[in-house]
């Protein structure tokens, strides 16, 4: 069990992993609708006189998204994680303003509270706010393509299959901070 020191601590990195997800994956559906909003039925057939782009924008975007699972699988990992725990943790870097470079006293003295364990694991929701953001981007990117192929194409379905992707993708990447925190004490423990 972590302590109620420690779930004030995170509380506001799992907010604004999740506001993030939300809006990324919100974006995503706004992009497929854009898409059908701006693009008419029975548009330009450029993209079919040069078949060479519209492979080029499904191999980019499958390079996308295989890189978005690996990044994540990557980061994701038992070594991963285990290597982040690993580090020696300064209490006073953490609690460092990062415009500022001031250290917040109130926040140094909550996280000098903490015992060593759950000073890692807050540690490990920094590295986890860099890995969602990473992923995510990567997953609207996706979009952006399918996007690209619809203004192209001129026919807005071109963008689903990258949109349904980009969306299973994000789903399946939301940030899940109280596993990764039970995953974290197993590999502690270890």
């Known amino acids: 069990m972590i302590s109620t020191e420690l779930k004030k601590l995170i509380r506001p990195l799992i907010i604004v992993q999740q506001v993030i997800w939300f809006a990324i994956t919100g974006s995503i559906v706004f992009y497929a609708v854009i898409a059908y909003i701006l693009v008419g039925s029975g548009g330009t057939d450029d993209i079919s006189r040069s078949r060479g782009l519209g492979t080029a924008l499904y191999v980019a975007a499958l390079a996308v998204a295989i890189c978005s699972i690996f990044y994540r699988r990557y980061s994701m990992s038992d070594k991963s994680i285990t290597k982040i725990l690993s580090r020696n943790i300064d209490p006073a870097r953490l609690a460092q ?3 500022t470079k001031s250290i ?3 926040k140094l003295g909550q996280l000098e509270s903490l015992t060593e364990f759950e000073l890692k694991v807050f540690s490990l929701m920094y590295e986890l706010q860099k890995i969602t953001f990473i992923s995510l981007f990567l997953n609207e990117i996706m979009v ?17 299959p990258f949109a349904v992707i980009s969306l299973v993708l994000s789903f399946w990447m939301f940030p899940r901070s109280g596993k990764l925190i039970e995953r974290a004490r197993y590999l502690y423990a270890t």
């Not at 952006?144 to 689903?160: K, Q």
């Open 104 to 106: 917040d006293s109130v």
């Open 144 to 160: 952006i393509i399918g996007f690209v192929l619809a203004f192209l194409s001129g026919d807005p379905a071109n963008i689903l």
């Open 97 to 99: 303003n990062a415009r």
